[in-house]
């Protein structure tokens, strides 16, 4: 019972665990391009709820000037505002990755790596 608790208490993390294991056993297994971006974004997704999940506090407010007095608890700003970064360095990575991934369907007329490595060996042989 007591694993049960823990497990529901910390959901985030197992949440973000789950994802990366996903996201990895998409990029380890498939040979399709495509396939391996969506498993890095999945993989990247899973990192950013890990951090944001590390900020959070429970029954924290926001950080804003409180002009009440009293002490207050509250959450941390800092990983959020890392995870926007994260996030623009992400989609950018990810438009790259797919223009790149036109290119080479341009070039070998497959986005299949092992059939382009294939067509490489051939042409360097012949």
Do not use: C, Q, W
């Amino acid at each position: 019972m007591e694993f049960i608790k823990a497990i529901a208490e910390h959901i985030n993390y197992v949440a973000s665990v789950a994802l990366f294991v996903i996201g990895l056993y998409t990029v380890l297994t498939h040979s399709n391009l495509l396939k391996k971006v969506i498993g890095i974004n999945i993989m990247e997704t899973s990192i950013f709820l890990f951090f944001v999940s590390i900020g959070y506090v429970h029954d924290g407010s926001a950080p804003i000037i409180n002009l009440g007095g009293g002490r207050v608890l509250y959450i941390n700003p800092l990983p959020s505002a890392l995870i926007l970064t994260g996030i623009v360095v992400a989609v950018s990575i990810t438009a790259y990755s797919l223009s790149l991934i036109i290119k080479l369907y341009e070039e070998y007329g497959t986005m299949d790596i092992d059939e382009i490595m294939k067509l490489r060996g051939e042409g360097k042989n012949g």
